[in-house]
C-alpha cells in the first residue's frame, strides 16, 4: 500500500506489551498504534481488567510518513515473518507486533540478542532457536528505527513503556 493511499483506518504500525502474569488491577501492559491519519493512540492497561487510559496524540503527515518508509523499507522481510514467534520463553511479556499488512506477530520475552548473550546459551540452544532468533532481529531492528523516529518528536518507546510529554499536539485522554 502507497502512503498516499492510507486512510484513518488502516494500522501503519502498533505494538503491545502484555504480562503473563500479575496482581489484578496493577499495571498490566500498554498498547502504542499509529494509524494512516497521523493518529498515535496510546493506553495503558491493568492488569486482568480493561484499559486503564487511553491517550490519542496527533503526528504531521511527515512523522507519519518518517515510520511509514522504516517499515516499507524492511517490508520483504517483514512479509517472511511466521505469525507466532517461539524463543522457548512462556512466562513473561507476550509482545504484539503490526507492520503495515505486513506482518502481524505475537513473541513472549523478544529481545535483542548480544555477543555475550549467545555466549550464555547452549549451542543447543542457538541451534534450534536459530531461526526464531533471525525473525526476533528483524522485528526488533524495524521496531528500533521506529523508535528513534518517535524520540526525536519526544516519544520514548521501547518494549517496556511509552512515554511522551504531555503537551504533545492533539490529545484527548480517556479514563475509566
Given at each position: ?8 483506518e488502516h494500522i501503519v504500525f ?79 511479556d507476550l509482545n504484539e507486533f ?79
Amino acid at each position: 500500500m502507497k502512503f498516499e493511499e492510507l486512510r484513518r483506518e488502516h494500522i501503519v504500525f502498533s505494538y503491545q506489551m502484555s504480562p503473563a502474569v500479575g496482581i489484578r488491577g496493577e499495571r498490566g501492559g500498554f498498547s502504542v498504534t499509529l494509524y494512516g491519519n497521523g493518529n498515535l493512540r496510546c493506553c495503558d492497561y491493568l492488569f486482568g481488567e480493561e484499559m486503564d487510559t487511553m491517550h490519542i496524540f496527533k503526528l504531521t503527515k511527515e512523522e507519519t510518513k518518517a515510520i511509514y518508509d522504516c517499515i516499507e523499507s524492511s517490508k520483504e522481510r517483514l512479509r517472511k515473518l511466521p505469525n507466532e514467534l517461539n524463543n522457548g520463553s512462556t512466562g513473561g511479556d507476550l509482545n504484539e507486533f503490526v507492520f503495515l499488512d505486513y506482518a502481524k506477530v505475537k513473541a513472549y520475552n523478544i529481545r535483542p540478542k548480544t555477543a555475550q548473550m549467545m555466549k550464555q546459551k547452549s549451542f543447543s540452544y542457538c541451534r534450534q532457536y536459530w531461526k526464531n532468533m533471525k525473525c526476533e532481529d528483524t522485528i526488533l531492528k524495524t521496531f528500533r528505527e521506529i523508535c528513534q523516529v518517535l524520540r526525536r518528536h519526544k516519544i520514548k518507546l521501547t518494549l517496556k513503556e511509552c512515554r511522551m510529554r504531555q503537551d504533545y499536539r492533539l490529545k484527548v485522554t480517556f479514563q475509566e
